[in-house]
């Protein structure tokens, strides 16, 4: 075979000029393999194939481009639940990037399901996009290096298993690590927690803040721990009334994430309970929750704008080294407690 300009050795993605090359024929009759066309021989489809294989080169929906030395003028954002206004914040700051950039943003979600990512991330290569912002879930991201070879990636909110890539990340474990060290000055040392999956890298960092603040001030962790196995709100519901009708109820509670939150919130207001509540993830409608509560808060629109941003930078300049954003943390009081008016 022979030489390969391809895009590992580039940097870039490999086009049908490079699997023309590869495979000694015309670009032409790449393009009618591509396509499908069945006038060519089968051999010489066969040679073509093997080339792409070799190459990493995925079939072009919108070759006319491409062949033209334009980009698709698209890029891809996959993230967890479409439903949840984290990720539609992040999904609107994004797109107010590419806009910029003259870029359409295609936004799909995963749903949490590992094999789903790995087929969203395939169809948006297919689809030759020119870039993917990813927020993954807890699987394996190794396969990338097969189905997404050459297109720049950006990671936010967890970071990969596998490559090396740009990202975005919350500072999860100060910010919880702020909020424990305030309820323990507070006076709390009965503190109990209810979070979801430890699949999921942010919550796994929040609770490693949480251990940290009690193990500063010599407290035992875990004692009042509760974990969900679904994201409704009633689940944590119940996980905080299982709580406080134990024998030792804690004095305070952390909820792992807004969800979490909505569902406490209820179980307390119910209860006309003053447990001194707090909480991962501020969003819209805090300020008017029935109840007072500390949440961690940060600026979830820098999120998919840096995102976003990092990945034209990205498209730009394919073969500087990898890099990580930060994005900081504070501490906001939220709702308001209503009057007992029993």
Not at 17 to 23: N, Q
Not at 107 to 127: F, H, K, N, P, Q
Not at 235 to 251: E, I, K, N, Q, R
Not at 254 to 273: H, K
Request: proline residues 5%; contains cysteine; aromatic residues 6%.
């Amino acid at each position: 075979m022979t030489d390969q300009a391809d895009g590992s050795a580039t940097g870039r993605r490999p086009t049908m000029i490079d699997v023309a090359r590869a495979a000694g024929v015309s670009l032409k009759t790449v393009s009618r393999v591509a396509n499908d066309v069945p006038t060519v021989r089968p051999a010489l489809a066969e040679r073509v194939r093997t080339a792409m294989s070799d190459l990493g080169f995925q079939r072009n929906s919108v070759a006319a481009n491409l062949r033209s030395g334009r980009t698709t003028g698209t890029i891809g954002l996959i993230i967890l639940d479409l439903a949840n206004p984290f990720y539609s914040t992040i999904a609107a700051a994004a797109a107010e990037v590419a806009e910029r950039f003259d870029t359409q943003l295609i936004t799909a979600s995963s749903g949490w399901d590992t094999a789903r990512e790995r087929e969203l991330v395939l169809d948006l290569c297919e689809r030759r996009v020119d870039g993917l912002i990813i927020a993954c879930t807890g699987g394996d991201q190794s396969y990338l290096d097969e189905i997404a070879r050459g297109t720049p990636v950006v990671f936010i909110d967890s970071p990969p298993s596998g490559p090396r890539s740009d990202m975005v990340l919350l500072d999860n474990r100060t910010g919880t690590r702020d909020l424990f060290r305030r309820l323990i000055a507070e006076g709390h040392r009965e503190i109990g927690t209810i979070t979801d999956t430890l699949n999921d890298f942010t919550m796994r960092e929040r609770l490693a803040g949480a251990r940290e603040a009690l193990r500063e001030a010599g407290l035992e962790s875990g004692r009042h721990a509760a974990r969900i196995y679904s994201d409704r709100p009633r689940s944590a519901g119940d996980a905080v009334g299982a709580m406080l009708d134990g024998p030792h109820p804690p004095t305070a509670l952390f909820c792992g994430n807004n969800r979490i939150l909505l569902g406490a919130v209820e179980e307390l207001v119910r209860r006309r309970s003053r447990l001194r509540l707090a909480a991962f993830d501020d969003f819209e409608f805090a300020p008017l929750l029935p109840h007072p509560v500390t949440v961690v808060s940060y600026d979830t629109r820098a999120l998919g704008r840096l995102a976003a941003e990092m990945l034209f930078q990205r498209i730009g300049s394919p073969r500087t080294d990898p890099s990580t954003y930060v994005i900081p943390t504070y501490l906001i009081d939220r709702g308001t407690m209503i009057a007992d008016t029993g």
